[in-house]
């Protein structure tokens, strides 16, 4: 079965700073990828899709992934946090010709001043 | 906003109740996911409609139903409630029903659930 382990449950930066969360996925096919996130009390807002078109995909927010099959890792970065960035990011796969969305346990930001 | 709406967006119940969760999708998108986010289990995918047909089941428990109507809204039916079943339910919606097309899944904002 796909799935996806993002590594680190909690993430600390300091506004400014880059910006790393990590995901890697486990798939026998090319799957399709996604980092959502979830500000506090609100819903899943999708942050970006790989859908083989491109390796490295430009997102919402300045946030970009790059799908990396050699090492089966799909990181989101963002160059420089903000404090407005402070949420949940859930990476998620979709297993090929389905679209449910299995997801990874989360990582929380947390955005210092 | 992303266009899919859930009502209540808050519901307290007790232990044996049942609730009925509902979801009136985006225009136009025809598929309906139901997802629960737990702080044990995590997001996981509960049950697909597409086009009112159930597509794809998840971990889904038989006191739980799910259906869609034509008018593609969509209720998710909660019965003989535990204490575990407490939870955020989300629901989402997409044009197509997958074969492999990657469409864009957009949540709603999420129906909390507490039973006591």
């Known amino acids: 079965a796909q799935s996806v382990t993002q590594l680190g449950s909690h993430v600390s930066v300091s506004e400014g700073a880059l910006v790393l969360l990590r995901c890697n996925y486990s798939?026998?096919?090319?799957?399709?990828l996604f980092w959502y996130v979830q500000y506090p009390n609100q819903g899943l807002q999708l942050l970006l899709k790989?859908?083989?078109?491109?390796?490295l995909v430009k997102g919402i927010n300045g946030f970009e992934a790059e799908f990396k099959k050699s090492e089966t890792s799909f990181h989101l970065t963002k160059p420089s946090a903000h404090m407005r960035d402070a949420a949940e990011y859930f990476c998620?796969?979709?297993?090929?010709?389905?679209?449910?969305?299995?997801f990874g346990t989360g990582t929380r930001l947390l955005v210092s001043p | 906003d992303s266009g899919v709406t859930q009502t209540p967006k808050h519901l307290i119940t007790a232990t044996g109740q049942r609730v009925t969760l509902r979801c009136s999708p985006r225009s136009g998108d025809l598929s309906v996911y139901w997802y629960q986010q737990s702080l044990d289990q995590g997001l996981q995918f509960l049950i697909q409609?597409?086009?009112?047909?159930?597509?794809a089941k998840g971990n889904i428990l038989e006191r739980f139903s799910a259906q869609q109507f034509p008018d593609l809204h969509s209720e998710l039916n909660l019965s003989s409630l535990e204490l575990g079943d407490s939870a955020l339910y989300f629901c989402?919606?997409?044009?197509?029903?997958?074969?492999?097309?990657?469409?864009?899944?957009?949540f709603g904002e999420g129906s909390w659930l507490t039973v006591v």
């Open positions: 989402a919606s997409s044009v197509g029903d997958g074969e492999g097309s990657g469409n864009t899944i957009y």
């Open positions: 998620a796969v979709s297993p090929s010709g389905f679209q449910k969305l299995v």
């Open positions: 798939s026998s096919v090319p799957p399709y």
């Open positions: 790989y859908t083989s078109a491109a390796t």
């Open positions: 409609y597409y086009n009112g047909e159930e597509r």
